[in-house]
């Protein structure tokens, strides 16, 4: 077990730190660079990098990768970028102790995004999380707690509220530019392939699984996915699926335009695990992922409503009218928002593209900007300087509300993943929730893109999960008790997430 700090989880020092007595930041002249501390580098993290070396404000002091050979190679490209080498860790507690550290950057999996932030708060650090801040509901409240127990500032990479093109069409909805709106409608129409199956695959050399595992339960490691950096993504042990992958962008914008601050009153989702081997007869094949590569959520918030869907297979067709018209026919990927009008659509097809069109599907305004990665992490950075907390476009709310939509639209289908249901009862059961959107066209869009993906409907049939009621105020399902039990996780001893009132 890796060693535990004098900082992380004693309720002692927990106890005597205040927000008060944490320095508003290192950096005592304008002159003086704020020191970075970059923790997961092996795929966005490389992004943390390039974005915090261009801003002169900062210098990237540390690296941390639980594998040695990853950080070893960021290291020498950090060097050559800015001169000098930041140290390599594996354990991020142990960079949380080293002098000169003022910011904890996060691209670590999921899994790790809650914990590392709630540890960098504690230890007086500003902190930059990629989506979703968290793995459940549980860790995403911890994070809002964080941040203002200890008066840090934290940003969800969420780049889109810092693209322009963004805020103007927002602002442009805000102001009756297409009329009332009150349904949004998310898009994920991106190709996915199989992981494969789930097998006795080496983990990689210089890995610790055990450090890796962290807060997850540990697992026999033998057991586990071909490619093993990326594909965690599709086990829920350790990733959200694509709902929860790419979904926090799509629906932080979705929740933006309407206004929306607050979490859904109710969700239902369905989908499956379709089209892949997994669904041939073959009792020596286990699929490796465990997420839906098809899934539709429906969400209500009472006056408003949105709707995310999740393709994983052949994206070419099946798109529908309105996706067709605003994001092009054909093959390629379909990711962005929808938002219907009165009047009139808006939709951003691009983080730094969106597009109006009037009733008759023609285009009649863009918005449009470029460097939004860059302007997100100057937002951050500004804030880091200024401490000011309201300035920033991403706060940890921000981000809790956004990655709160995915995980419970999946605790929707994860509890319904068993009820197969033929397509004819699914639309049965869809007639009765309420939604904004035509329940019925979006269910057959569905079914005929999986049929032209040549899946079996009938010997691999939807799986649909239960309409779960939420309460805003207490965080909780009113309902449902399985699904309350999926809020949080168990935590390994010494990698806990902390209760909101306990961080």
């Not at 964080?146 to 102001?175: E, H, L, N, P, W």
Request: with cysteine.
């Amino acid at each position: 077990m890796p060693r535990l700090n004098r900082r992380q989880f004693s309720a002692a020092a927990a106890a005597t730190v205040a927000a008060a007595s944490i320095p508003k930041t290192s950096a005592q002249s304008p002159n003086e660079q704020l020191g970075v501390c970059v923790a997961g580098v092996n795929s966005r993290g490389g992004e943390h990098i390039r974005g915090f070396n261009k801003d002169p404000r900062t210098v990237i002091r540390a690296i941390v990768d639980i594998d040695e050979e990853v950080g070893r190679k960021r290291a020498d490209q950090v060097a050559k970028m800015q001169g000098k080498a930041p140290t390599v860790f594996t354990d991020v507690r142990q960079a949380l102790d080293m002098d000169g550290i003022d910011i904890l950057t996060c691209a670590t999996p999921n899994h790790w995004h809650a914990l590392m932030g709630v540890w960098a708060m504690q230890a007086g650090k500003d902190v930059y999380v990629e989506k979703p801040v968290s793995h459940n509901i549980h860790e995403g409240r911890a994070l809002v707690a964080a941040a203002k127990r200890y008066g840090r500032m934290f940003q969800t990479g969420t780049q889109s509220r810092s693209s322009s093109a963004c805020q103007d069409a927002v602002k442009f909805i805000a102001d009756g530019g297409i009329g009332d709106v009150n349904f949004a409608r998310g898009l994920c129409y991106k190709r996915r392939k199989s992981i494969g199956s789930l097998g006795d695959y080496k983990i990689p050399d210089n890995v610790d699984f055990n450090l890796w595992s962290g807060p997850a339960a540990y697992t026999d490691p033998k057991l586990t996915r071909q490619r093993f950096h990326y594909d965690w993504h599709w086990q829920r042990h350790y990733g959200n699926g694509d709902l929860g992958n790419q979904g926090p962008h799509q629906t932080d914008i979705a929740r933006w335009g309407l206004g929306l601050n607050r979490h859904p009153e109710s969700v239902i989702s369905y989908g499956g695990r379709l089209g892949y081997p997994a669904e041939r007869k073959d009792e020596k094949y286990i699929d490796a992922g465990d997420t839906a590569n098809t899934e539709v959520s429906i969400y209500d918030y009472g006056d408003k409503c949105i709707v995310f869907e999740t393709r994983g297979l052949d994206v070419s067709e099946s798109a529908g009218k309105e996706v067709e018209g605003m994001f092009g026919k054909g093959k390629g990927n379909k990711i962005g928002v929808i938002f219907y009008g009165t009047d009139g659509y808006v939709a951003q097809t691009r983080y730094d593209l969106c597009k109006v069109f009037d009733k008759d599907m023609k285009q009649v305004k863009e918005f449009k900007v470029s460097n939004v990665g860059d302007a997100h992490f100057a937002n951050f950075i500004d804030a880091c300087v200024s401490r000011d907390y309201d300035s920033l476009n991403a706060d940890a709310m921000t981000g809790h509300l956004s990655a709160g939509v995915s995980h419970l639209g999946n605790i929707s289908y994860y509890l319904g993943e068993k009820n197969r249901a033929s397509v004819a009862d699914v639309k049965q059961a869809l007639a009765s929730v309420k939604s904004l959107d035509d329940n019925a066209a979006t269910l057959q869009r569905t079914v005929e893109h999986l049929e032209k993906s040549k899946v079996d409907l009938a010997e691999t049939p939807l799986s649909l999960g239960p309409l779960l009621k939420f309460d805003n105020a207490t965080e909780r399902f009113t309902n449902n008790d399985d699904a309350n039990a999926m809020l949080t996780r168990d935590y390994r001893t010494g990698f806990e997430v902390p209760a909101a009132d306990k961080v």
